[in-house]
């Protein structure tokens, strides 16, 4: 492991920390994620069986009342925009990579601090066994326009009003994030 990933894996460990004195009823959600980091090496790694670390965005508009959904292509459902690591070690990273790969506009940090976590079983497909993604969500802001670009990996996308995300999808860990939001 290199020095880089073990910077990055202290970090993360503390913001965890910070994020469990913040949602002190989700410490399962914490522990879970603090015992990847510190039992596989390779959890950055889409390869990593027993879980990998995912980044997602909580995309919101520049009003705070949307967020930007994807019509995921191969889960046809409505998600927020996340992915994998691919080896890169620092998931705030990971989710604005791919909020501006799958909106096709430059995005921003809206705060360094987690927003949510999320841990999800993917079932078996083709090659790949069935496995855990531990899904780390931050705010993400548009830099400057709201226009986005419907990648490859999406059937749509659209700007979701945060009161009504219901009507979108059912996906309990989406309704948190907005229950967070709207707290």
């Known amino acids: 492991m290199t020095s880089e990933h073990n910077k990055a894996r202290r970090a993360f460990l503390s913001e965890l920390v910070r994020y469990g004195e913040r949602y002190p009823g989700e410490a399962a959600t914490v522990s879970r994620f603090q015992q990847l980091l510190l039992s596989a090496p390779r959890c950055f790694e889409r390869d990593c069986w027993v879980g990998h670390i995912t980044g997602s965005a909580w995309l919101v508009n520049t009003a ?3 967020i930007l959904m994807t019509h995921h292509r191969k889960l046809e459902r409505w998600l927020q925009l996340g992915g994998h690591s691919d080896g890169h070690p620092w998931p705030s990273e990971v989710a604005l990579r791919e909020a501006e790969e799958e909106s096709g506009f430059t995005a921003v940090l809206g705060s360094p601090e987690i927003f949510d976590l999320d841990v999800h079983e993917i079932p078996a497909r083709k090659n790949d066994p069935a496995h855990y993604h531990f899904d780390v969500r931050f705010l993400i802001r548009p830099a400057a326009s709201e226009d986005y670009v419907v ?8 700007w979701v009003p945060i009161a009504g995300l219901e009507s979108y999808t059912d996906e309990e860990s989406v309704l948190r994030m907005a229950r967070k939001w709207l707290s």
Not at 151 to 158: I, T, V
């Open 64 to 66: 705070g009342e949307k």
């Open 151 to 158: 990648s490859d990996e999406s059937n749509d996308l659209a």
